[in-house]
């Protein structure tokens, strides 16, 4: 093991709850290399958490939307230079330590492309796609039953680096804090009053992770009746026809959050929150960080692994089933 790299290269590529929570291994690494320059590769639309990260020198992002669309488009060609050139940029940064927590053949092909000669990941057994086969410094864990965070600072621990764990920073700009700060006023929150985030929506690869939205209407009608709670539905993307969905079944009235422009944002506004509710999403994992208790909606996914930052206070609503966990995305069971 190197003692004292001098450049370190982290590839955790997707998705947004996953980088998040691999976000604590900066705090260890900086603590055991207070020198050594950290580069972190990822794909673009979890870059926002580490772009003003205090402890990261250097983000660098895998192109992975515009390589698919180039072959997709027959621009085979055009990809093949891309990839290139982006395996010239990596080589050129001479890393001395790849730790590769992603586990998959794209980011083992990362590591080993990178051309450093040391290359830290799981052995076989905890990856998938062949990617033992690109690292060169592999550590077995006990069991693949454990929390996501826990098997990152496990992976340093191997190491033999001394843990340091501890809530990770979630970079929020000013330009992201006086956005939120217009959007309450205009939609005069009172933060006297309890406000209560609620993120009913998934992304559209795991709809199988998705509450009914009848049943976040009667939560936050139930919680408006009785506590006088503020209730902020978060949405991304196409999710916002789902909170209009939710919102159109309320008796109460409950506040549509704005279009938060970064992931920033979205973490300002569980900031000022007192109760965050939702599903086994990557908002739930980024509200925990910013120490929102948690009510954490399971489905059909393995809670042990997937379970909120332990530090922060949390409950998690799930139902026992014989077939649980498991990621059948079409699945036409009756269980609810």
């Given at each position: 093991?190197?003692?004292?790299p001098?450049k370190i290269?982290i590839?955790r590529?997707?998705?947004?709850?996953?980088?998040?929570?691999?976000?604590?291994?900066?705090?260890?690494?900086?603590?055991?290399?207070?020198?050594?320059?950290?580069?972190?590769v990822?794909?673009?639309?979890?870059?926002?958490?580490?772009?003003?990260?205090?402890?990261?020198?250097?983000?660098?992002?895998?192109?992975?939307?515009?390589?698919?669309?180039?072959?997709?488009?027959?621009?085979?060609?055009?990809?093949?230079?891309e990839?290139?050139?982006?395996?010239?940029?990596?080589?050129?940064?001479?890393?001395?330590l790849?730790?590769?927590?992603?586990?998959?053949?794209?980011?083992?092909?990362?590591?080993?492309?990178?051309?450093?000669?040391?290359?830290?990941?799981?052995?076989?057994?905890?990856?998938?796609e062949?990617?033992?086969?690109?690292?060169?410094?592999?550590?077995?864990?006990?069991?693949?039953k454990?929390?996501?965070?826990?098997?990152?600072?496990?992976?340093?621990?191997?190491?033999?680096?001394?843990?340091?764990?501890?809530?990770p920073?979630?970079?929020?700009?000013?330009?992201?804090?006086a956005?939120?700060?217009?959007?309450?006023?205009?939609?005069?929150?009172?933060?006297?009053?309890?406000?209560?985030?609620?993120?009913?929506?998934?992304?559209?690869?795991?709809?199988?992770?998705?509450?009914?939205?009848?049943?976040?209407?009667?939560?936050?009608?139930?919680?408006?009746?009785?506590?006088?709670?503020?209730?902020?539905?978060?949405?991304?993307?196409?999710?916002?026809?789902?909170?209009?969905?939710i919102?159109?079944?309320?008796?109460?009235?409950?506040?549509?959050?704005?279009?938060?422009?970064?992931?920033?944002?979205?973490?300002?506004?569980?900031?000022?929150?007192?109760?965050?509710?939702?599903?086994?999403?990557?908002?739930?994992?980024?509200?925990?960080?910013?120490?929102?208790?948690?009510?954490?909606?399971?489905?059909?996914?393995?809670?042990?692994?997937?379970?909120?930052?332990?530090?922060?206070?949390?409950?998690?609503?799930?139902?026992?089933?014989?077939?649980?966990?498991c990621?059948?995305?079409?699945?036409?069971?009756?269980?609810?």
């Amino acid at each position: 093991m190197i003692s004292n790299p001098r450049k370190i290269l982290i590839i955790r590529l997707s998705a947004i709850g996953d980088v998040l929570r691999a976000l604590p291994v900066l705090h260890t690494i900086k603590y055991n290399f207070p020198g050594s320059r950290i580069s972190w590769v990822v794909e673009e639309p979890a870059k926002d958490l580490l772009v003003h990260h205090p402890h990261v020198d250097e983000v660098i992002i895998f192109p992975k939307a515009s390589l698919l669309a180039k072959v997709k488009s027959g621009k085979v060609l055009s990809a093949v230079r891309e990839m290139a050139a982006f395996v010239r940029e990596l080589k050129a940064k001479q890393f001395d330590l790849t730790i590769d927590f992603h586990g998959l053949f794209k980011s083992g092909l990362i590591s080993f492309l990178s051309g450093a000669p040391l290359r830290v990941s799981f052995t076989r057994e905890f990856t998938r796609e062949l990617n033992f086969l690109f690292n060169n410094c592999r550590f077995p864990l006990e069991t693949n039953k454990i929390n996501r965070i826990e098997r990152n600072l496990m992976l340093l621990q191997k190491m033999g680096l001394k843990i340091a764990d501890d809530y990770p920073q979630i970079p929020i700009t000013e330009y992201d804090r006086a956005a939120i700060r217009t959007f309450f006023r205009h939609n005069r929150i009172d933060l006297s009053r309890p406000l209560i985030a609620i993120h009913p929506g998934t992304s559209s690869r795991t709809l199988y992770k998705r509450w009914e939205p009848h049943r976040y209407a009667i939560v936050a009608d139930q919680l408006i009746q009785d506590y006088a709670a503020q209730i902020i539905y978060t949405w991304g993307g196409e999710e916002i026809e789902t909170v209009k969905e939710i919102t159109g079944m309320m008796k109460h009235h409950a506040i549509i959050a704005c279009e938060t422009k970064t992931l920033g944002q979205l973490a300002e506004i569980f900031r000022q929150c007192d109760l965050y509710v939702g599903g086994d999403t990557g908002p739930m994992h980024l509200a925990a960080f910013m120490k929102v208790p948690v009510v954490a909606i399971f489905g059909p996914t393995d809670y042990v692994v997937n379970a909120p930052y332990k530090k922060t206070k949390h409950i998690i609503i799930r139902k026992e089933i014989p077939c649980s966990p498991c990621r059948v995305r079409d699945c036409k069971k009756e269980n609810a």
